[in-house]
């Protein structure tokens, strides 16, 4: 079973940048997509951005122009660069695939945006 860890979360002032890491334990190559995903306080965990094996991709229409997702197969490894961050985008960030496998939840890691 395929193990997911995410990284590269932090705290960032509005407007600022981070690129999120999701490292594979495993090939995510047979994935028919991989998917970020996020969970702010109080509310409900929503697909941010996903990328298919071929590398189209698909957004969340608050993040398109500002997120960008990628993956490099060969290091088993998806990436989201995130842009002109705003304060609504402060949450707990989750890579899995797309659709989402229950198995393959990680902890997650934490963006904060504030000044």
């Known amino acids: 079973q395929v193990q997911l860890v995410e990284s590269g979360g932090g705290l960032v002032q509005p407007g600022g940048s981070l690129r999120l890491s999701c490292a594979a334990s495993g090939s995510i190559s047979s994935f028919y997509a991989m998917g970020w995903y996020r969970q702010a306080p109080g509310k409900q965990r929503e697909l941010v951005a996903f990328?298919?094996?071929?590398?189209?991709?698909n957004y969340l229409d608050s993040v398109k122009g500002r997120f960008t997702i990628s993956r490099d197969n060969a290091k088993n490894t998806v990436y989201l660069q995130m842009n002109s961050l705003k304060p609504e985008d402060t949450a707990i960030y989750y890579c899995?695939?797309?659709?989402?496998?229950?198995?393959?939840w990680g902890q997650g890691t934490q963006v904060t945006v504030s000044s």
């Open positions: 990328i298919r094996s071929g590398g189209s991709t």
């Open positions: 899995n695939a797309y659709p989402s496998l229950s198995h393959y």
